[in-house]
């Protein structure tokens, strides 16, 4: 059955409004929000008429009422294991909080629980980060853990320090700060997946999702 003018026209504009609606998720995500390309320009191509006032996150946060301490230049050893990034990421934030000034990769293995909770087979056992926590709270420190976008964790690295592993990048870090509009990180592996001290919004989304174990401020 042939299909007439008017519904073939039909069709190609909605296919061209669903290609904007795409289009304007992925600048979304993007972070691309005003300029060509952008998630302002794909919604006034779908309605010329919309009221819209794009507003980007605003990386000029400070953080004046800030509670937790920790030093965020404190260096970050290269990690002597293939499996060891998350004792290492654990290690540089009770030395960076002062919780244990004298933590190291391999007191953190022990401290986490070898081979139960970690192993040179599987690294840390479970992404969510129980077995971390756990160590922090020997130390009195409170913790929460999330699967967290980039920006819940970027204003995370705003106010408190921690740790965060993707799934696809299957490796742990820390959290130093924030890095205009990248994530601050004590890497114990630089160069990994081309990933040194900062991590943009493309190389979350890249080596993602992300379990994030953070202390509470």
Same mark, same amino acid.
């Given at each position: ?29 993007? *972070? ?48 002597? *294991? ?7 990421? @654990?290690? &540089?934030?009770?030395?960076?909080? *002062? ?48 699967? @967290? ?19 696809? &990048? ?43 174990? &953070?202390?509470?401020?």
């Amino acid at each position: 059955m042939a299909v007439s003018q008017a519904v073939a026209d039909q069709i190609t504009q909605l296919q061209a409004q669903q290609a904007a609606i795409t289009n304007a998720l992925s600048a979304m995500l993007q *972070g691309t929000w005003t300029g060509a390309g952008s998630v302002e320009a794909y919604l006034l191509a779908l309605n010329p008429t919309l009221h819209f006032t794009p507003k980007p996150p605003d990386y000029s946060v400070s953080r004046p009422d800030q509670k937790l301490k920790w030093d965020p230049d404190l260096p970050q050893p290269h990690q002597k *294991g293939s499996w060891t990034c998350s004792a290492c990421a @654990l290690a &540089w934030v009770l030395r960076a909080t *002062g919780a244990d000034p004298n933590a190291t990769e391999d007191s953190e293995i022990a401290e986490i629980g070898e081979p139960d909770n970690i192993n040179a087979t599987y690294g840390l056992m479970s992404s969510a980060g129980g077995a971390l926590r756990a160590v922090y709270s020997k130390y009195g420190l409170s913790t929460s853990q999330g699967w @967290l976008t980039f920006d819940e964790a970027w204003t995370l690295a705003g106010r408190t320090t921690g740790q965060m592993s993707g799934r696809t &990048w299957y490796h742990w870090v820390a959290l130093r700060g924030q890095d205009g509009p990248n994530i601050w990180i004590a890497n114990s592996a630089k160069g990994y997946e081309g990933i040194s001290e900062s991590l943009s919004r493309a190389d979350f989304n890249r080596l993602g999702p992300f379990s994030v174990v &953070w202390l509470e401020s």
